[in-house]
């Protein structure tokens, strides 16, 4: 499968080559497990092309932590697989994804002899952090229609879509809540004219 080099254009070519050497690149299809809880990382991954979710799982609810998009990877995958710990997150295939896959037991090596590779993870620590934080305060600060409303349009904008089509099942889990309170808080965008749910699927048609 050919690799667009360019997503890892701030890498020495050298570094690059070795990379492509060692690594793999693996399609998967939407709604692949590609990381569970509790498991030891042996790859890294970077996305080539597709889109990743990223999750964590408490009592039986889930909570979206964040995306991984094309030409990014997984902070909490990364530090996992340097401290050698079971995996804290879970990571599903969002869409059809193109992944890089980088062997872990080389990472050591690489980032002594390339210190370049590091901003790879600098720059995805800076931005899952302050991801982090806006979640956070979405859950401290933001009523259900608000963190709802927040949700789907960003899913839209990640998909190049202005609709989606997931259960309202799918979405509690995201959000970390019940089902009922996501087909209640759905039925109230609606009549505020901001959502429209047709035929399984929820377009956004106004602004917040």
């Known amino acids: 499968m050919e690799f667009d080099k360019r997503i890892l254009s701030f890498l020495k070519p050298d570094l690059v080559e070795k990379i492509l050497q060692k690594s793999s690149i693996k399609e998967f299809p939407k709604g692949t497990e590609i990381l569970r809880e509790q498991q030891y990382v042996k790859v890294l991954p970077i996305v080539i092309n597709g889109l990743i979710k990223v999750y ?5 609810k889930e909570l979206l932590l964040y995306y991984i998009e094309s030409a990014q990877s997984c902070v909490m995958t990364f530090y996992a697989a340097l401290k050698n710990t079971p995996s804290k997150v879970f990571a599903k295939t969002e869409e059809d994804s193109i992944v890089l896959l980088l062997p872990v037991n080389l990472l050591p090596n690489w980032l002594k002899e390339y210190p370049e590779f590091n901003e790879l993870f600098y720059n995805q620590f800076n931005l899952r952090y302050s991801e982090l934080l806006d979640t956070i305060g979405s859950l401290l600060l933001d ?17 190049l879509s202005n609709s989606i089509k997931m259960s309202h099942t799918q979405i509690a889990n995201e959000l970390g809540t019940a089902r009922e309170v996501i087909s209640r808080v759905l039925k109230k965008l609606e009549t505020d004219g901001k959502v429209l749910q047709k035929s399984g699927e929820i377009r956004i048609i106004g602004q917040w």
């Not at 964590?56 to 039986?60: I, M, N, Q, T, V």
């Not at 949700?151 to 839209?156: A, E, F, Q, V």
């Open 56 to 60: 964590s799982r408490f009592d039986e």
């Open 143 to 159: 009523k259900m229609d608000k963190r709802l409303y927040d949700h789907l349009k960003k899913k839209t904008e990640l998909s």
